[in-house]
């Protein structure tokens, strides 16, 4: 009874404190959150249970609800009244609390990303909607032959004969000169958006809404170029010799056909290892539960409520959702015994115990990750498991022979796997910035210039087309490509962190992360707990000490 009392009496405190601490103009926005929220909620809920429909059966009807749903969610974040109320609020300077300066934040940038004109926005929605149709539609030829992408696949990764490469990797980028013009109307359609909001163009506009910073991207970029420029030129010459040696000719011959992705975005296929033998006896989904439980961040629940084997209809990748930020989470996968769905749905999970851990008592506004790109990094730092030889000797009980096996191949792997992928973002991120600046100038050749510099490919000889419109991301996924690599560089950030000072080593070796509650208990506290009460910055700095950097990226994977 007592303690009942206390309770009652430090609520009401705080209820007191709380509400005599506002100004005029945080009543003001707590009652216009309060209200936004009632309408938001079952919307978002009824939306996000809609796409978990339709991607479970495959069906139209379930589509069809889900985009009237999210036409009501952007009809929401479209009003103008509303985000005039927010702006003014916003430029007061008023809103000090920082619970509801964080809450301003969200809501204004969603606002302001819907403040386009309805004209525009058709015209917007009608352009992607057109490329996007020509792109699944269109199939490349090799002389004269229609191709898939999948042909082309077998040929750049089995294909001997030189000619017959070059046919397939420019049947691939085909694609780009039949839509390139339609592209660079989207793009000058969306700076034209941008503007009317008061941006120079679109890149900077989904920077700053997404929370982020052109000059701090910059900086990140310019010092992950700067500390893989030496790394990635020496693993390059490796590959160039052997790669050469597997076509019979000299290094210095090798042209971007040569290489066995279209993009050079994918690890050659010459340091791939199998690991699917080691996997082939387990049950990835009692894995993952066994693995989840004894770094106390048990997933049972989210597994029983989860889709997780291969059916007609069925979307065929994996995704996690969470549904009501109330608990309901689930993961869709379609779960074999192989490396490749190891690594899924470690990492599938690790975004559901983002969202399973958030603290209940936040604001629902807060209840999301810090940042897309902060979950992307809880993903992959369990995804990365499925290759650590130490987590596989403890979880798969493989003998010491095996693991040692593993060992020898996999560091290698994962160092050239990074260091690309590294390279390839670089590549992307600095295109697209200048692709929104100046649409006019001379893109191809611009293309070009940057994968030679960062990937360190050769143009092809003679006039270059448009094969970098291939790449559906920039008509789909526009200015997000970025959050990929910073969602490694926390990955790795976390990683050195919890070595040294959480399980206090002296270095990573060895590390398998196997039955450690302190890897669950840091997580929790300084990460998933908090969602996104803190900028993503301020949360790098607090569960870390510093801000986000390359630095142990580099150092966990160039050796
Ligand atoms: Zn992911």
Known sequence: MKKILIVTFIFTMSFILFGCAYNAQEKQ???????????????TTQANLTYWDASTTGKTEYYDKLSRLQLGISGIYSNHKEYAFLKTIKESGQVRDARLTRQLDKLYYAYLRNQIEPELLEKLVDSDTKIQEKYNTFRGTIEGKKVTMSDIYTIMTTEKNTPKRELAWRASKQVGDAIVDDLIRLVKL??????KVGFDNYHTMSIVTGEQDVEELDRIFDQLCELTNKPFARMKEELDRILADSYGIAPEDLMPWHYHDPFFQRTPLVYELDLDIYYRKHDVKELVERYYAGVGLPVDDILARSDLYDREGKYP????????????????????NTERWMETILHELGHAIYSKYHDRKEPWLLREPAHSFTTEAIAMFFGRLSRNPAWMREM??????????????????????QVLLARWVMVMYNFEKQLYANPDQDLNNLWWELVEKYQLVKRPPGPVDAGWASKLHFTSAPCYYHNYMLGELLASQLHYHIVHNIFKLESDEGVSYVGRKKLGDYLRTKVLGPGALYHWNDMNARATGQPLTPKYFVEQFVK
């Open 29 to 43: 926005l707590q009652k216009f959150i309060t209200t936004h929220v009632n309408k938001i909620e079952p919307i």
């Open 190 to 195: 969306r700076n034209k958006a941008a503007r």
């Open 317 to 336: 990748h994996a995704f996690s959702e969470d549904v009501d930020r109330r608990g309901d989470v689930r993961i869709l996968c379609n779960l074999q």
């Open 396 to 417: 798969l009980g493989l003998s010491e022979k095996e693991h040692k096996e593993i060992e020898k191949v996999s560091e290698k792997y994962l160092e050239f796997q």
